[in-house]
Nanobody
Framework: VQLQASGGGLVQAGGSLRLSCAAS??????MGWFRQAPGQGREFVAA????????WYADSVKGRFTIFKHSAKNTVYLQMNSLKPEDTAVYYC?????????WGQGTQVTVSS
């Protein structure tokens, strides 16, 4: 199983970014995005079943972030709108498969006020 995350960057408050995470492998159940701010623990942001039929969100991002999947590309996207400075963190994707859980490398998202 391999993961390749991309899409982070610097944006002003109120702006948007889209993260992507491409997965290779088999027997994947779903993918999630997590984030870790400086000095904080890693927290759940959003997740999607591999069929794309089910999604979950942290309360802090509901209505602002959307997780969706491009099935042909085995890629999951996290569309982040109305970004706030408190969204600043390193974002990680993670898949859960029959073989276990696997993390991608982090991508930095910085939201300036």
């Amino acid at each position: 199983v391999q993961l390749q995350a991309s899409g982070g960057g610097l944006v002003q408050a109120g702006g948007s970014l889209r993260l992507s995470c491409a997965a290779s492998g088999s027997n994947i159940y779903g993918m999630g995005w997590f984030r870790q701010a400086p000095g904080q623990g890693r927290e759940f942001v959003a997740a999607i079943s591999w069929s794309g039929s089910m999604t979950w969100y942290a309360d802090s991002v509901k209505g602002r972030f959307t997780i969706f999947k491009h099935s042909a590309k085995n890629t999951v996207y996290l569309q982040m709108n109305s970004l706030k400075p408190e969204d600043t963190a390193v974002y990680y994707c993670k898949i859960v498969s029959l073989s276990g859980g696997f993390w991608g490398q982090g991508t930095q998202v910085t939201v300036s006020s």
